[in-house]
Structure formats: structure tokens, C-alpha cells
């Protein structure tokens, strides 16, 4: 996972949220010294200083992710997969899915960076 926080930290610089978080926050914490980063999952979480929201990502609530460049979420469950592409559309910010095993998208860009496989959207209208 550290690849993936190089990769976000390489190609963003604001806010960025990351989805279906549970109770992994590594990646969030490595980002928090550089982003403005926003944790979201469907339970309250105990958080180690950084921002966190409860919502649920099939019925967002948008503001929470208003304004971000990147909403990413690792190893959320397949059928997540559209629900969180949905909210990157909406808010005009790319998306980055790091999947469990060996599942896969058909419309999200396969990336292999430094060992790390994952999904990335270029949404963003704006840079």
C-alpha cells in the first residue's frame, strides 16, 4: 500500500477522500502530512486525527466529497466498485480503486506502479 500513498501524493495536492475505509488507515495517515484527506465508511470509526464522515456511499451525501481531486477506497467489496466511480462522476474528481484479490473493471485504466496493481478514472474536467 505504500506505492499506492506514493502514487496519490506524485499526482495530487488538495483534498482527497478515501471510501469504505474501516479500520485500515495507513495509507490516510501518510496522506494527511501532505492532503486535505476526508475518511468515509457506513459505521463511526476511531480515527487518528484525520477527518471522518459517516455515509453511506450508495446514498451520498455529495458534500462530503465536493471539491476533491481523488476518491479512492482499498479493497472495497466488487459491488462497490460503481457506487464509488458514481460519486467520483458527480463531484468531477478521479477515481482509484485498489480491488481485494483479482477482481477486475471493465471501464476503470488496469495500473501497475511499483508492484501495485489498481483501477484508476480521470474524471477531473479542470487541470
Given at each position: ?33 501532505k492532503l486535505d484527506i ?42 462497490l466498485y460503481s457506487y ?18 483479482n477482481e477486475f473493471s ?22
Amino acid at each position: 500500500m505504500e506505492a499506492i500513498a506514493e502514487y496519490i501524493l506524485k499526482n495530487y495536492k488538495n483534498k482527497v477522500v478515501e471510501v469504505c475505509v474501516g479500520n485500515y488507515f495507513k495509507v490516510a495517515e501518510k496522506l494527511s502530512k501532505k492532503l486535505d484527506i476526508i475518511c468515509v465508511d457506513l459505521k463511526p470509526r476511531k480515527t487518528p486525527d484525520i477527518k471522518f464522515y459517516v455515509d453511506d456511499i450508495m446514498e451520498p451525501n455529495l458534500s462530503i466529497y465536493k471539491n476533491s481531486e481523488l476518491i479512492y477506497s482499498l479493497r472495497p467489496p466488487l459491488e462497490l466498485y460503481s457506487y464509488i466511480v458514481n460519486i467520483s462522476k458527480a463531484v468531477n474528481a478521479d477515481c482509484l480503486i485498489r480491488p481485494f484479490g483479482n477482481e477486475f473493471s471493465n471501464d476503470g485504466k488496469l495500473i501497475n506502479y511499483k508492484g501495485e496493481r489498481f483501477y484508476i478514472w480521470l474524471n477531473r474536467q479542470d487541470f
